[in-house]
């Protein structure tokens, strides 16, 4: 069976849940191989293993990681001369897509960016236009190259060798232009990255300023869940612009999504409409967010909100 | 400071999109034509940094005729001239296809800086930047929301999950930019009016040196194979608050074993 290629997001050693899942849909397609970019893979081979890498090619020099994805794409180009692998699989980050392009380029390969699922012989399916399309694509030149959406499939683990590889690779001058010379840690507490949450709380133009989203975090800390805001929410200034859930901000996919105050413009479906359970709260019940849930509430927020938390919070 | 912007027409997102079951490229017919929105922020970034330092903006675009909308829209804005890249050899390009032909067009114009919004609203790959950076062989400072220069070197912040990177790089060089990083300016009337006046230069494969194989359909390392209406989401159950609101979302989260 032909080894698939699996990038492994990590934060400094921190395995990623989306490389889980990246792990799960490459067993589908032939025997994952997990590719390790920077240092911590000791403490980490165990679960890539446990999830179904057959191997784990590491490759721990910091230089790669000192710039702007150009080297991670020149590692992964020489592991695909190397290994002819039946394709590679990357999560659908802003970087990862970067890769995913990048990588294309290099090896004249086709690319699949930001699919929901992967089937046999690695057909993608795209969910489009705001989440009102499916389309199927597939590549039809070179070695098949895929991002794939976060949260889009649930992680199963299936124990597998683990065999380590170090693996190592000469970068080009031209891999070494875009230095990253500092990298910034923006405060968020303890709750879960949103792109990788099982659970969104977000709030919109209804929470009607900055200090109302305090209402917004403590539902979302009974819940475990990640906090996202709509656009208009984010413009006006009332939670930090990394946190917008839409068309122009993060894509969201998690297992239940509950939108306070927001009114559901296209703008905002486009980024949380593949999520699988939704919940609205809104005063407005003409609000086209109702159209997406699965239950909804027409009603204040500032009533709704805390009675649910007090709610939630009694019953755990 | 030879600044190239590239922008893309796309279909409003206010209106339905659609795909052509004949070839299952996009309708471009379907909806109204727009600039893509992630491309204002660039073009405005393109003027702030020609306010600052001097230099030409040049506006370049590939896609159909009507394209010439977007361009209009980007020249009132205040950039100085437009390259329209028109050809039929070029529907149905793949990212692939049109960073090829870009790179081509590029090589044409020159630059020091190309600046893109971070994806377009339609097909929202997310990867011409890098791709053009690739086949440039120039440093990539892309998903930027910051963008200082001094002289020939220039410093961006790239927004990353945990926060930004701070990157460095010499200039030329490709640039990508979010919407964090600034406010489109609207078009004055003197803009508008300023803009017949501009040279928009119109080219087809032929005269931009692209290989007609490489691009369009034919050419595209990938292909869209089927596509069909997203299945509707069951019906919801939508409540009025009548003071128990919260109580009835818990219930219903209980069904469903979230708590």
């Known amino acids: 069976m032909a080894e698939v290629l699996v990038l492994v997001d990590h934060v400094d050693g921190e395995v990623k849940k989306v490389a889980l899942e990246l792990l799960t849909l490459a067993r589908r397609l032939g025997e994952p191989s997990a590719v390790w970019v920077g240092p911590g893979s000791e403490g980490a081979k165990g679960k890539l293993a446990e999830y179904g890498a057959a191997k784990v090619y590491v490759a721990a020099d910091e230089e790669l990681t000192a710039y702007v994805v150009a080297p991670k794409v020149e590692l992964l180009a020489q592991l695909v001369a190397d290994k002819a692998p039946a394709g590679v699989l990357v999560a659908a980050t802003g970087e990862g897509k970067e890769i995913a392009g990048r990588l294309a380029v290099k090896l004249d390969s086709g690319v699949l960016t930001d699919v929901v699922d992967v089937a046999d012989g690695f057909v993608g399916e795209h969910s489009i236009f705001g989440g009102g399309v ?45 230095k990253v010379v500092e990298k910034v840690v923006q405060e968020k507490g303890e709750r879960p990255d949103l792109t990788e949450a099982a659970i969104v709380v977000s709030g919109g133009r209804g929470v009607g300023n900055a ?42 996919s998690p297992q239940l999504y509950i939108a306070v105050g927001i009114s559901g413009a296209i703008q905002h479906r486009a980024g949380m409409q593949t999520s699988k359970t939704i919940i609205a709260i809104n005063k407005d019940s003409e609000a086209p967010i109702f159209e997406l849930v699965d239950f909804g509430v027409v009603g204040d927020l500032f009533q709704v909100a805390p009675q649910l938390t007090e709610e939630i919070t009694k019953r755990k | 400071m030879n600044i190239v912007v590239c922008v893309k027409q796309v279909p409003d997102t206010e209106s339905p999109r659609k795909l052509k079951s ?32 001097g230099g030409e903006v040049t506006v370049l675009t590939m896609g159909p005729d009507k394209a010439t909308d977007s361009i209009r829209k980007a020249l009132a804005m205040g950039a100085d001239k437009a390259v329209h890249v028109v050809d039929d050899a070029l529907v149905g390009s793949d990212a692939l296809g049109t960073s090829y032909a870009i790179q081509q067009v590029l090589g044409r114009t020159g630059f020091d800086l190309v600046i893109l919004g971070s994806e377009s609203t339609d097909a929202r790959t997310g990867v011409l930047a890098a791709m053009l950076a690739e086949r440039l062989g120039v440093p990539q400072l892309s998903l930027a929301n910051k ?113």
């Open chain 1, 211 to 252: 200090e109302n989203f305090k209402l917004i975090e403590g539902l979302a800390d009974t819940l475990g869940a990640a906090v996202g805001a709509s656009r208009a929410a984010t413009d006006a200034g009332w939670y930090p612009h990394q946190f917008q859930v839409g068309q122009t901000g993060k894509t969201v």
């Open chain 2, 147 to 259: 963008v200082e220069i001094d002289g020939s070197s220039i410093k961006i912040q790239r927004i990353t999950d945990y926060g930004y990177d701070k990157v460095e790089s010499t200039l030329p060089a490709v640039i990508s930019v979010v919407e964090k990083i600034n406010e489109p300016r609207y078009p004055s009337f003197k803009g508008i009016m300023a803009a017949k006046k501009k040279p928009v230069e119109t080219l087809g494969v032929a005269d931009a040196g692209i290989d007609a194989a490489q691009v369009g359909l034919a050419g595209a390392a990938s292909e869209v194979v089927d596509f069909a209406e997203a299945p509707p989401r069951d019906k919801g159950q939508i409540v009025t608050d009548e003071g128990d609101g919260g109580v009835k979302i818990a219930d219903f989260l209980a069904s469903k074993k979230f708590v």
């Open chain 1, 134 to 178: 499916i389309a199927h694509a597939r590549v039809k030149r070179g070695t098949p190259i895929v991002a794939v959406r976060p949260n889009s499939v649930a992680p199963e683990i299936a124990p597998a060798a683990g065999a380590e590889e170090q693996v190592s690779v000469t970068l080009s001058d031209a891999a070494k232009t875009a």
């Open chain 2, 22 to 53: 004949e070839d299952n490229t996009l309708d471009r017919g379907a909806a109204d034509g727009v600039i893509n929105e992630l491309d204002e922020y660039a073009i405005e970034e393109a003027l702030l940094i020609k306010e600052a330092h």
